[in-house]
Protein backbone atom coordinates (compact mmCIF):
# COMPACT_ATOMS: atom_id res chain seq x y z
CA UNK A 1 0.00 0.00 0.00
CA UNK A 2 1.37 3.38 -1.30
CA UNK A 3 2.09 6.06 2.12
CA UNK A 4 0.25 8.92 1.98
CA UNK A 5 2.26 11.96 1.29
CA UNK A 6 2.23 14.92 3.90
CA UNK A 7 2.51 18.30 3.00
CA UNK A 8 6.05 19.74 3.01
CA UNK A 9 5.99 20.95 6.61
CA UNK A 10 3.30 19.15 8.09
CA UNK A 11 4.29 17.50 11.44
CA UNK A 12 2.72 13.87 12.26
CA UNK A 13 -0.66 14.13 13.55
CA UNK A 14 -0.11 12.95 17.10
CA UNK A 15 2.75 15.56 17.18
CA UNK A 16 0.13 18.57 16.18
CA UNK A 17 -2.08 17.34 18.74
CA UNK A 18 0.77 17.25 21.67
CA UNK A 19 1.69 20.31 20.43
CA UNK A 20 -1.42 22.08 20.87
CA UNK A 21 -2.41 20.63 23.92
CA UNK A 22 0.91 21.71 25.52
CA UNK A 23 0.64 25.76 24.06
CA UNK A 24 -2.95 25.67 25.89
CA UNK A 25 -1.60 24.86 29.34
CA UNK A 26 0.68 27.57 30.19
CA UNK A 27 0.66 31.20 28.29
CA UNK A 28 4.61 31.33 29.09
CA UNK A 29 5.28 28.71 26.24
CA UNK A 30 6.87 30.77 23.92
CA UNK A 31 9.76 31.82 26.22
CA UNK A 32 12.76 30.67 24.83
CA UNK A 33 16.50 29.49 26.11
CA UNK A 34 19.63 29.84 24.65
CA UNK A 35 22.69 27.61 25.76
CA UNK A 36 25.76 28.16 25.29
CA UNK A 37 28.44 25.45 25.67
CA UNK A 38 32.10 26.80 26.37
CA UNK A 39 35.80 25.60 28.02
CA UNK A 40 38.00 28.70 28.19
CA UNK A 41 37.18 30.93 25.29
CA UNK A 42 36.46 34.03 27.83
CA UNK A 43 37.11 36.53 24.96
CA UNK A 44 34.94 34.89 22.04
CA UNK A 45 31.92 33.50 24.53
CA UNK A 46 32.06 37.84 25.26
CA UNK A 47 31.39 38.33 22.06
CA UNK A 48 29.13 35.72 21.10
CA UNK A 49 26.75 36.76 24.28
CA UNK A 50 26.62 40.64 23.03
CA UNK A 51 25.21 39.54 19.59
CA UNK A 52 23.38 38.03 21.40
CA UNK A 53 21.98 40.74 23.41
CA UNK A 54 21.24 42.17 20.37
CA UNK A 55 18.85 39.70 19.11
CA UNK A 56 17.24 39.60 22.19
CA UNK A 57 15.76 42.67 21.31
CA UNK A 58 14.20 41.15 18.14
CA UNK A 59 11.64 39.38 19.58
CA UNK A 60 8.50 39.49 21.73
CA UNK A 61 9.16 36.26 23.51
CA UNK A 62 11.10 35.90 26.64
CA UNK A 63 14.59 34.97 25.98
CA UNK A 64 16.80 33.17 28.79
CA UNK A 65 20.82 33.02 27.68
CA UNK A 66 22.29 30.11 29.47
CA UNK A 67 26.35 29.37 30.30
CA UNK A 68 27.51 25.69 30.42
CA UNK A 69 31.12 26.26 31.44
CA UNK A 70 33.29 22.99 31.38
CA UNK A 71 36.59 24.37 32.69
CA UNK A 72 36.58 23.16 36.16
CA UNK A 73 38.62 26.39 36.85
CA UNK A 74 35.59 28.54 35.83
CA UNK A 75 36.93 30.95 33.66
CA UNK A 76 33.04 31.49 32.18
CA UNK A 77 31.90 32.98 35.19
CA UNK A 78 32.66 37.12 35.01
CA UNK A 79 31.44 36.52 31.58
CA UNK A 80 28.42 35.21 32.05
CA UNK A 81 27.27 37.23 34.75
CA UNK A 82 28.74 40.43 32.96
CA UNK A 83 26.04 39.24 30.34
CA UNK A 84 23.45 38.70 32.90
CA UNK A 85 23.14 35.14 31.81
CA UNK A 86 22.24 31.81 33.89
CA UNK A 87 26.00 30.19 34.87
CA UNK A 88 25.97 26.48 35.18
CA UNK A 89 29.35 25.12 36.31
CA UNK A 90 29.36 21.65 34.50
CA UNK A 91 33.10 19.31 35.90
CA UNK A 92 32.43 16.47 34.22
CA UNK A 93 35.06 16.89 30.99
CA UNK A 94 33.50 16.32 27.44
CA UNK A 95 30.94 18.40 25.82
CA UNK A 96 28.04 15.93 26.19
CA UNK A 97 28.19 16.57 29.96
CA UNK A 98 28.09 20.12 29.26
CA UNK A 99 24.90 19.90 27.05
CA UNK A 100 22.83 17.46 29.50
CA UNK A 101 23.67 20.12 31.98
CA UNK A 102 21.63 22.32 29.69
CA UNK A 103 19.00 19.97 29.43
CA UNK A 104 18.87 19.38 32.59
CA UNK A 105 18.63 23.10 33.81
CA UNK A 106 15.83 23.60 31.04
CA UNK A 107 13.25 21.02 31.41
CA UNK A 108 13.31 21.32 34.90
CA UNK A 109 13.01 24.92 35.28
CA UNK A 110 10.23 26.85 36.57
CA UNK A 111 9.77 28.65 33.45
CA UNK A 112 7.79 26.62 30.91
CA UNK A 113 10.09 27.17 27.72
CA UNK A 114 9.22 26.39 24.67
CA UNK A 115 12.19 25.83 22.57
CA UNK A 116 16.55 25.24 23.68
CA UNK A 117 18.75 26.93 21.24
CA UNK A 118 22.07 25.01 21.17
CA UNK A 119 24.85 27.71 20.08
CA UNK A 120 28.21 27.42 19.82
CA UNK A 121 30.71 29.88 21.83
CA UNK A 122 33.04 30.10 18.55
CA UNK A 123 29.68 31.67 16.33
CA UNK A 124 28.02 34.77 16.00
CA UNK A 125 24.73 34.91 14.79
CA UNK A 126 23.79 37.17 11.76
CA UNK A 127 21.15 39.85 11.75
CA UNK A 128 17.42 38.44 11.96
CA UNK A 129 18.96 34.63 13.43
CA UNK A 130 16.67 34.32 16.34
CA UNK A 131 13.77 35.96 14.16
CA UNK A 132 13.99 33.23 11.62
CA UNK A 133 14.20 30.67 14.32
CA UNK A 134 10.79 32.14 16.20
CA UNK A 135 9.39 32.47 12.12
CA UNK A 136 10.57 28.13 12.31
CA UNK A 137 8.48 27.37 15.17
CA UNK A 138 5.91 29.10 14.07
CA UNK A 139 5.64 26.82 10.71
CA UNK A 140 6.02 23.51 12.85
CA UNK A 141 6.80 23.86 16.71
CA UNK A 142 6.97 19.88 17.13
CA UNK A 143 10.15 19.09 15.01
CA UNK A 144 14.16 20.19 15.35
CA UNK A 145 15.08 23.16 13.35
CA UNK A 146 18.61 23.91 12.59
CA UNK A 147 20.18 26.90 10.50
CA UNK A 148 23.25 27.27 8.35
CA UNK A 149 26.90 27.49 9.82
CA UNK A 150 29.17 29.30 7.67
CA UNK A 151 33.00 29.29 8.27
CA UNK A 152 34.57 32.83 8.15
CA UNK A 153 37.35 32.91 6.10
CA UNK A 154 38.93 36.03 6.84
CA UNK A 155 42.46 34.79 6.56
CA UNK A 156 44.61 33.59 3.16
CA UNK A 157 42.78 30.10 2.58
CA UNK A 158 45.82 27.60 1.47
CA UNK A 159 45.39 26.75 -2.30
CA UNK A 160 44.41 22.87 -0.72
CA UNK A 161 41.38 24.37 1.11
CA UNK A 162 40.04 26.40 -1.92
CA UNK A 163 36.84 27.89 -1.23
CA UNK A 164 36.94 26.97 2.54
CA UNK A 165 35.57 23.19 1.74
CA UNK A 166 36.85 21.54 4.67
CA UNK A 167 35.33 24.13 7.13
CA UNK A 168 32.04 24.26 5.10
CA UNK A 169 28.57 22.56 5.93
CA UNK A 170 26.17 21.46 3.60
CA UNK A 171 23.01 24.08 2.81
CA UNK A 172 19.46 23.27 2.19
CA UNK A 173 16.48 24.72 1.07
CA UNK A 174 14.42 26.36 3.39
CA UNK A 175 11.79 24.01 5.73
CA UNK A 176 13.64 20.88 3.76
CA UNK A 177 14.03 17.72 6.15
CA UNK A 178 17.58 17.08 6.70
CA UNK A 179 18.96 13.44 7.46
CA UNK A 180 22.22 15.12 9.84
CA UNK A 181 22.50 17.99 12.05
CA UNK A 182 25.10 19.06 14.71
CA UNK A 183 24.56 20.87 17.99
CA UNK A 184 25.78 24.49 17.26
CA UNK A 185 22.73 26.53 15.26
CA UNK A 186 19.88 24.14 16.62
CA UNK A 187 17.05 24.53 18.03
CA UNK A 188 14.92 22.09 20.12
CA UNK A 189 11.03 21.75 20.99
CA UNK A 190 10.95 20.95 24.72
CA UNK A 191 8.07 19.33 24.05
CA UNK A 192 9.93 17.14 22.45
CA UNK A 193 12.80 16.71 25.19
CA UNK A 194 9.77 15.62 27.75
CA UNK A 195 8.69 13.45 26.26
CA UNK A 196 11.66 11.21 24.53
CA UNK A 197 13.79 11.89 27.27
CA UNK A 198 16.47 11.58 25.32
CA UNK A 199 20.19 12.55 26.53
CA UNK A 200 23.77 12.95 24.81
CA UNK A 201 25.47 9.48 25.65
CA UNK A 202 29.30 10.76 27.19
CA UNK A 203 30.63 7.74 25.55
CA UNK A 204 31.66 10.16 22.89
CA UNK A 205 34.61 12.22 24.56
CA UNK A 206 35.08 14.78 21.63
CA UNK A 207 32.67 14.71 18.49
CA UNK A 208 29.96 12.13 17.55
CA UNK A 209 27.15 13.35 20.61
CA UNK A 210 25.63 15.63 18.59
CA UNK A 211 25.11 13.10 15.69
CA UNK A 212 24.44 9.99 17.73
CA UNK A 213 21.93 12.80 19.63
CA UNK A 214 19.70 13.74 16.40
CA UNK A 215 20.33 9.97 15.41
CA UNK A 216 17.99 8.46 18.22
CA UNK A 217 15.52 11.37 17.71
CA UNK A 218 15.21 10.64 13.89
CA UNK A 219 14.74 6.87 14.49
CA UNK A 220 11.72 7.85 17.16
CA UNK A 221 9.97 9.43 14.89
CA UNK A 222 11.24 13.21 15.31
CA UNK A 223 12.17 15.08 12.04
CA UNK A 224 15.02 18.00 11.90
CA UNK A 225 13.80 20.84 9.39
CA UNK A 226 16.07 23.97 7.71
CA UNK A 227 16.05 27.61 8.25
CA UNK A 228 17.59 28.68 5.53
CA UNK A 229 17.57 32.38 7.39
CA UNK A 230 18.99 31.50 11.13
CA UNK A 231 22.38 31.88 9.81
CA UNK A 232 25.68 31.42 12.32
CA UNK A 233 28.99 32.31 11.17
CA UNK A 234 32.07 30.16 12.48
CA UNK A 235 35.82 31.35 13.63
CA UNK A 236 38.49 29.24 12.04
CA UNK A 237 41.04 29.42 14.13
CA UNK A 238 44.68 28.94 13.22
CA UNK A 239 44.77 25.40 14.91
CA UNK A 240 42.14 24.43 12.42
CA UNK A 241 43.42 25.45 9.25
CA UNK A 242 46.19 23.23 8.58
CA UNK A 243 45.66 19.68 6.32
CA UNK A 244 46.60 17.51 9.35
CA UNK A 245 43.49 19.28 11.21
CA UNK A 246 41.18 18.71 8.26
CA UNK A 247 42.39 14.55 7.74
CA UNK A 248 42.57 13.91 11.48
CA UNK A 249 39.16 15.53 11.70
CA UNK A 250 37.89 13.23 8.86
CA UNK A 251 39.59 9.95 10.67
CA UNK A 252 37.55 11.34 13.63
CA UNK A 253 34.23 11.95 11.93
CA UNK A 254 34.23 8.44 10.58
CA UNK A 255 35.43 6.59 13.70
CA UNK A 256 32.54 8.67 15.57
CA UNK A 257 29.97 7.50 12.40
CA UNK A 258 31.27 3.94 13.16
CA UNK A 259 30.51 4.12 17.24
CA UNK A 260 26.73 5.25 16.41
CA UNK A 261 26.15 2.27 13.61
CA UNK A 262 26.71 -0.03 16.46
CA UNK A 263 24.80 1.70 19.27
CA UNK A 264 21.77 2.48 16.75
CA UNK A 265 21.90 0.25 14.59
CA UNK A 266 19.88 -3.62 13.64
CA UNK A 267 22.91 -4.51 11.62
CA UNK A 268 26.27 -2.42 12.12
CA UNK A 269 28.59 -4.22 10.41
CA UNK A 270 26.59 -4.74 7.33
CA UNK A 271 25.74 -0.54 7.17
CA UNK A 272 29.84 -0.13 7.86
CA UNK A 273 30.97 -2.17 5.32
CA UNK A 274 29.02 -0.72 2.79
CA UNK A 275 30.46 2.42 3.87
CA UNK A 276 33.63 1.12 3.60
CA UNK A 277 33.05 -0.07 0.00
CA UNK A 278 32.33 3.06 -1.39
CA UNK A 279 34.92 4.26 0.03
CA UNK A 280 37.69 2.07 -1.55
CA UNK A 281 35.55 2.64 -4.31
CA UNK A 282 35.78 6.44 -4.56
CA UNK A 283 39.46 6.47 -3.80
CA UNK A 284 40.37 3.98 -6.85
CA UNK A 285 38.60 5.92 -9.18
CA UNK A 286 40.38 9.04 -7.86
CA UNK A 287 43.72 6.68 -9.09
CA UNK A 288 42.96 7.24 -12.98
CA UNK A 289 42.08 11.07 -12.38
CA UNK A 290 45.87 11.09 -12.04
CA UNK A 291 47.19 13.60 -9.15
CA UNK A 292 45.39 16.74 -9.69
CA UNK A 293 45.09 20.06 -8.27
CA UNK A 294 46.36 20.49 -4.84
CA UNK A 295 42.47 20.42 -3.90
CA UNK A 296 41.81 16.91 -4.79
CA UNK A 297 45.42 15.66 -3.34
CA UNK A 298 44.06 17.43 -0.07
CA UNK A 299 40.48 15.69 -0.62
CA UNK A 300 42.07 12.10 -1.26
CA UNK A 301 44.18 12.22 1.84
CA UNK A 302 41.03 13.06 3.98
CA UNK A 303 39.06 9.85 2.08
CA UNK A 304 41.99 7.70 3.30
CA UNK A 305 42.60 8.97 7.03
CA UNK A 306 38.29 8.08 7.04
CA UNK A 307 38.96 4.94 5.01
CA UNK A 308 41.18 3.86 8.34
CA UNK A 309 38.37 5.18 10.69
CA UNK A 310 36.08 3.22 9.44
CA UNK A 311 38.31 0.38 9.33
CA UNK A 312 38.92 0.68 12.22
CA UNK A 313 35.59 1.61 13.40
CA UNK A 314 34.35 -2.45 11.82
CA UNK A 315 37.46 -4.68 13.37
CA UNK A 316 36.74 -2.87 16.92
CA UNK A 317 40.72 -2.22 17.31
CA UNK A 318 39.65 1.37 17.78
CA UNK A 319 36.31 1.95 20.11
CA UNK A 320 36.27 5.37 19.80
CA UNK A 321 38.27 6.76 22.81
CA UNK A 322 41.74 6.84 21.84
CA UNK A 323 41.56 9.70 19.88
Not at 212 to 224: H, K, M, P
Amino acid sequence: MTAQRRAPWEPPHNQRQNARAASTLDDKLDAIAIAICTYRRPEQLARTLKCMASQMQTVANRVELIVVDNDPHKSAYAVAREAAAIYLPEEATGIAHARNRALTYVTESTTRFASLIFFDDDQTPRSGWLRAFVRAMDIDPTCVWTGPVRPTLDFDVPEWAAEGWPWSRPEYSDTQVVNTVGNGNVLIPLSLLRESQVAYATEFTSMGEDTDFFWNLRSSGYQVRYAASAIADEDVPPTRRTLEWASERAYNSALAWTMIVHRRERRPRVRIAMAICKKIAALAGAIFVGRGTSVRRARRLCDRKALRGLLEGFTGTNDGRRR
